[in-house]
């Protein structure tokens, strides 16, 4: 089984994060690979794939090296900085610098995916040191990639504005200056090829209608061009996405060909201390990255930020942040890295943790990977927390979740586990039980299904697809029944608490027993989110009481989603996280 290593590299000031992965001695090769993200969600999207990418090469004997680009992830700086498209390629070469260095390889081969494809595409193009080039659905034309990015963020937002001059897309934030420099791109016209090999793996989704590879043949590069299905799913929502198995495959066999060809010796790693840091450390923050027990052969993986004043006092507050979904420990939007420098540099420990099975812990033994509402997250979060409290000394507990994350953090509550609060953003649901499923319709979801069916209730269309199976009608009927119930099930919910008879899921209940604990609930949800209804009609006038006692708190950011997709909501959640944050001495 290889080796996973994470740590820090670059120069100081500049530090990027990267993730080593380092074949068994007897299965070594020659040649190495440099794992280049794509931009923004799509990198959220394919996080868990690259991972099996570098996992998978590493295990056919190449040292990878996966990393986060400069101003992305869990690396130094953010999108606002000055000359980042400078500092992404600066970051290519450095990857591949660090890769020789602590792999002891001669060449390596850059697999990059989208605008990462391209980036190593520009970094290797002045190197001899670049064996070949995996181009995963390269962007070869950057102004088409820039309208498809505006498109995507005019479809966030009808009015498709920032308060800033800036480019925003799937939630992440594009300067002006990075969008001219890559508008200007188009890897038809680069004055030398980027390597002597170019495998291109086009999309399975749609043509991409520009004919890169002739133009590598005229310039005298081996090109292969393949079409492995995998990528619409790689880039799929990360609960949803899959891992591309013939497209790992197909990559692995290709670089195992590569280095058959050129031959080059396996040479033993050297410490990877001589050529990395251990900690990110900038404007008084520190940044460690941590693999915490988790019973068994499991660890779960996160990322400690807290204040570079020296010593660790004891009794400092911590900030314990969840999963959102199923994306890493980076938070939704990369908010959590944000949050975590912005209050460790105030006196607060950080750790963004990624709960078994998701992002960069491995999933717990006989486990699957990728499930967002697992039943191991408690004892995930009681791990996170004993990490904290007893290896740290944290003093107080506070937890922080959106979506499932919002979930786990107050059925954490409900628990009794040792935290002084909970703020719970946007949860769907307050109920998960064995054997339910993300494609199950949810009791979120039955408001807007009910609209839509009765709306279409009296056109053509929808019974002309009921005649031809194109409609589940049992999921129509599951709908107006489940629907219909919503509105009997608070008047004998009251009723049952009345009799005092025991009740299954009662949302009231659990408010109360988390509250009766000792700890504090915060509900944070965008205006019209499904959730605060069913907290009203589930919690029923538990949560007034609570609210009036004022052991509870209820909060809402106007004109933003789910996850808070444009900059101007997220700045109003920050703001209003801020006020509700802890406070140190």
């Known amino acids: 089984m290889s080796q996973a290593q994470p740590f820090y590299f670059g120069p100081d000031g500049a530090r990027l994060f990267g993730w080593l992965h380092l074949p068994e001695h007897d299965k070594r090769r020659g040649i190495g690979v440099v794992v280049c993200n794509p931009y923004g969600f799509e990198e959220v999207c394919a996080h868990r794939s690259l991972r099996h990418f570098a996992t998978a090469l590493s295990e056919a004997g190449h040292p990878t090296l996966r990393f986060d680009h400069a101003c992305c992830g869990d690396s130094d700086g953010d999108e606002f900085d000055p000359d980042v498209p400078a500092r992404w390629l600066a970051g290519v070469g450095a990857a591949i610098d660090t890769l020789k260095a602590a792999a002891g390889v001669q060449q390596v081969v850059l697999l990059g995916v989208r605008l990462g494809a391209t980036l190593a595409a520009l970094a290797a193009g002045s190197r001899d040191d670049v064996a070949g080039l995996v181009a995963i659905a390269p962007v070869v034309r950057g102004r088409g990639y820039i309208r498809e990015l505006r498109m995507l963020g005019q479809s966030e937002s009808p009015a498709g504005t920032s308060p800033l001059d800036v480019l925003e897309s799937a939630g992440f934030v594009m300067t002006r200056g990075t969008e001219a420099y890559l508008s200007q791109i188009d890897l038809r016209r680069l004055p030398q090829p980027p390597a002597p090999r170019v495998l291109i793996v086009e999309r399975d989704d749609l043509e991409s209608g520009l004919d890169w590879h002739t133009e590598l043949q005229r310039q005298g590069v081996q090109v292969q061009v393949e079409r492995w299905p995998g990528y619409a799913a790689m880039t799929a929502d990360p609960q949803r996405a899959e891992v591309p198995l013939q497209m790992v495959d197909g990559v692995v066999r290709t670089v195992a060909l590569w280095d058959a060809t050129l031959g080059l010796p396996a040479v033993a790693p050297k410490p990877l201390s001589d050529h990395s840091v251990l900690h990110l450390t900038r404007a008084g923050v520190r940044e460690t990255p941590v693999c915490l027990s988790a019973g068994g052969s499991a660890s779960l993986f996160g990322v400690l930020t807290e204040p570079d004043t020296g010593p660790r006092p004891r009794g400092r507050p911590a900030v314990l942040m969840l999963n959102s979904g199923a994306v890493h420990h980076i938070g939704p939007n990369r908010l959590w890295v944000r949050l975590a420098r912005q209050w460790a540099a105030r006196g607060v420990t950080v750790l963004r943790i990624d709960l078994s099975g998701v992002g960069d812990s491995a999933a717990r033994p006989g486990a699957p990977e990728n499930v967002v509402y697992s039943a191991h997250a ?79 209730l009296f056109t053509r269309e929808p019974w002309l697809k ?32 009345a009799l005092h008879v025991p009740i299954r899921d009662d ?13 504090r609930l915060r509900f ?13 009609r589930q919690g029923g006038q538990a949560i007034d009481r609570l609210l009036e006692r004022q052991l509870a708190s209820l909060d809402f950011v106007p004109d933003a989603d789910h996850t ?22």
């Open 378 to 456: 408690m004892q995930d979060v009681a791990d996170a927390l004993a990490y904290l409290r007893d290896g740290l000394g944290a003093g107080e507990c506070h937890l922080l979740g959106l979506c499932s994350g919002g979930y786990h953090a107050f059925k954490a509550a409900v628990a009794g586990q040792p935290v002084a609060s909970s703020t719970v953003i946007n949860p769907l649901t307050y109920f998960w039980h064995d054997g339910d499923t993300l494609s199950d319709v949810k009791d979120y979801e039955l408001g807007a299904l009910t609209s839509r069916y009765r709306d279409k």
């Open 466 to 497: 009921l005649l031809r199976g194109e409609l589940d009608a049992r999921v129509i009927v599951e709908v107006a029944l489940r629907r219909a119930w919503s509105h009997v099930a608070p008047h004998l919910l009251r009723l049952a608490r």
């Open 507 to 519: 949302l009231a209940a659990e408010l109360t027993q988390a509250v009766q604990r000792g700890i």
């Open 524 to 536: 944070v949800f965008a205006a019209k989110a499904p959730g605060y209804e069913l907290l009203r």
């Open 564 to 585: 808070f997709t444009r900059l101007e909501a997220r700045e109003r959640l920050v703001a209003l996280l801020d006020r509700l944050g802890p406070r140190t001495a």
